[in-house]
């Protein structure tokens, strides 16, 4: 039985290891996102999880299930309390490796065990009263009640709480003569510390007000602590022995199924987090409804960029919401409108969705309904390289054949703008071809441009604008509304890019 909160069978796990971020995250700013998202949690690894789209809807709704058990406040606490715990073991391991003096890195060991062993219990007796339905969790809470009923948990508990008990009991004296130090074992000696109490308390005048002070701890013992320590280990030298054996008994004490939850865990505290503080700037977040059909709806409301929105949310400034919908035939979005008005953004959200969908995140947007994509494929256009041998053109030709020759039916390809370096008969004609390509194919496609003419190009294609305010032309909404296209965006960007517009021509005109 699969242990994992993550990966419904043990194979889509294998899979995940060490996986590079798809060519998409730059240009869809998941980068960005997925950095911000891990930030704080680099040594779990989580990279190679976000990296990776499920290949199933029912991959997907595991790891909605879990998500929704996650937001349960009684399991979420329990989680971050054990997950904080079992980081500090890991932590203190790696720091008592470091010790120089062997006996106290035995004592630390043990203390480490006992928390360790602390945390685990404390864990499965919150999952056993938490009212848990996700399976990836009842399977998680199965395996760690097979784990702790077991001898050797059972076993390692107990002897940890043996050995702590009698070496808290141990007492011994310390008689100091100048600079030598004697160690003995306690023979009823008076205690200093009562005697000095008793000889100041005729001086006390009324309530004394108790104060705690913190004393500094260090790390490493010093060599006078050392060697006290040392004496006292010759002093009860088969409780001392017991330790050593049980540290090297207990040397790979850490279970698998406890790491593998803890670094699991911090896949799903990672996302919550990360969409916290959009959730309490009013924006909505949901779990889409994922279907197995590339040919499926794809539709979502109150959609926005991740990226941007953070920025805006952190900033106090308003965040715009879209909305986007394809029913069938249809299966190409062409983005047109007016210049900055938002349409990159526009197609970025929707590759963002789409994406985080696939690795089963709650995504950017009040509903949403999505097939699952195995990929996605973005085409925006790059700065021309001096160390390219071919030109601008012929190196965005390449990549969209490249684009093309891994797609499929269940792809979703994004075009930015593509050949806006060319004369528009030559975007025009290319786009037209990349377009029936995409047909062909059936594959899912949002095509920013200024070509109008490529939204009517088939039944296929559907037309969304970018609005500016009808008081002021001028203005951008930020809006993208389905609406046929205009015919005006792409003139007002050609007289701004040649510097012809109303304004640059006045300004050219000698007085």
Same mark, same amino acid.
């Given at each position: 039985m699969s242990c994992s909160i993550l990966f419904d069978t043990p194979d889509e796990r294998l899979v995940?290891?060490? #996986?590079?971020?798809?060519?998409?995250?730059? =240009?869809?700013?998941? =980068?960005?996102?997925?950095?911000?998202?891990?930030?704080?949690r680099e040594d779990y690894d989580l990279l190679p999880v976000f990296h990776l789209p499920l290949p199933s $809807?029912?991959?997907? #709704?595991?790891?909605?299930?879990? &998500?929704?058990? &996650?937001?349960?406040?009684?399991?979420?606490?329990?989680v971050r309390s054990f997950s904080e715990r079992i980081h500090g073991v890991r932590t203190t391991l790696v720091q008592t490796r470091k010790l120089y003096y062997e006996l106290q890195r035995q004592r630390q060991d043990l203390d480490t065990i006992g928390e360790y062993c602390e945390a685990v219990n404390a864990l499965m007796r919150a999952l056993t009263l938490a009212n848990i339905r996700s399976p990836g969790l009842v399977r998680l809470r199965q395996c760690l009640g097979d784990y702790t009923r077991s001898m050797a948990f059972g076993t390692l508990a107990a002897e940890t709480e043996r050995l702590q008990a009698d070496l808290a009991a141990i007492t011994y004296a310390v008689r100091i003569d100048g600079k030598r130090i004697e160690v003995s074992r306690y023979g009823g000696e008076p205690d200093y510390a009562a005697q000095v109490?008793?000889?100041?308390?005729?001086?006390?005048?009324? $309530?004394?007000?108790?104060?705690?002070? +913190?004393?500094? +701890?260090?790390?490493?013992?010093n060599h006078i602590e050392a060697a006290i320590l040392e004496r006292v280990a010759r002093l009860f030298p088969e409780l001392f022995s017991t330790l050593a054996q049980y540290c090297d008994r207990h040397r790979d004490f850490l279970d698998s199924v406890v790491t593998g939850f803890e670094r699991e865990a911090q896949? *799903?505290?990672?996302?919550?987090? *990360?969409?916290?503080?959009?959730?309490?700037?009013?924006?909505r977040v949901?779990?889409?409804?994922? +279907?197995?059909?590339?040919? +499926?709806?794809?539709?979502?409301?109150?959609? &926005?960029?991740?990226?941007?929105?953070?920025?805006? $949310?952190g900033a106090g400034a308003a965040v715009v919401v879209n909305d986007f919908e394809l029913q069938a035939p249809e299966r190409i979005m062409v983005v047109s409108g007016a210049n900055q008005g938002g349409k990159t953004t526009f197609a970025r959200l929707i590759g963002q969705i789409h994406y985080l969908a696939s690795i089963g995140c709650p995504v950017a947007g009040r509903e949403a309904s999505l097939p699952l994509v195995d990929q996605v494929l973005t085409h925006f256009e790059r700065e021309e390289r001096v160390q390219t041998l071919s030109g601008k053109l012929e190196e965005s030709l390449e990549r969209m054949r490249r684009l093309l020759e891994k797609a499929t039916a269940s792809s979703l390809l994004i075009m930015?703008?593509?050949f806006d370096s060319t004369t528009v008969s030559d975007a025009l004609f290319l786009s037209r071809a990349i377009l029936r390509r995409v047909m062909e194919r059936d594959m899912?496609?949002?095509? $920013?441009? &200024?070509? =109008?003419?490529l939204a009517s190009l088939s039944e296929k294609t559907v037309s969304y604008v970018a609005m500016v305010d009808p008081q002021d032309p001028a203005k951008r909404t930020y809006r993208v509304l389905r609406r046929p296209a205009e015919g005006l965006a792409y003139a007002m960007a050609i007289a701004e890019k040649?510097?012809?517009?109303?304004?640059?021509?006045?300004? #050219?005109?000698?007085?």
């Open positions: 995940a290891e060490r #996986r590079e971020a798809p060519d998409c995250f730059r =240009d869809l700013n998941l =980068d960005q996102i997925i950095t911000a998202a891990v930030a704080g $809807v029912e991959a997907v #709704r595991y790891r909605h299930e879990v &998500f929704r058990d &996650f937001e349960n406040p009684q399991v979420i606490a329990c109490l008793e000889t100041f308390a005729k001086f006390r005048q009324g $309530v004394v007000e108790q104060r705690e002070f +913190s004393l500094r +701890s260090y790390a490493e013992m896949f *799903y505290l990672a996302w919550l987090e *990360y969409l916290r503080p959009l959730e309490k700037a009013g924006l949901c779990y889409p409804e994922v +279907s197995q059909a590339a040919t +499926s709806p794809s539709r979502c409301t109150d959609a &926005f960029d991740l990226a941007l929105s953070r920025g805006l $949310v930015n703008e593509s899912l496609c949002v095509c $920013v441009t &200024f070509l =109008d003419e040649y510097g012809l517009t109303y304004e640059r021509v006045k300004e #050219r005109i000698p007085r």
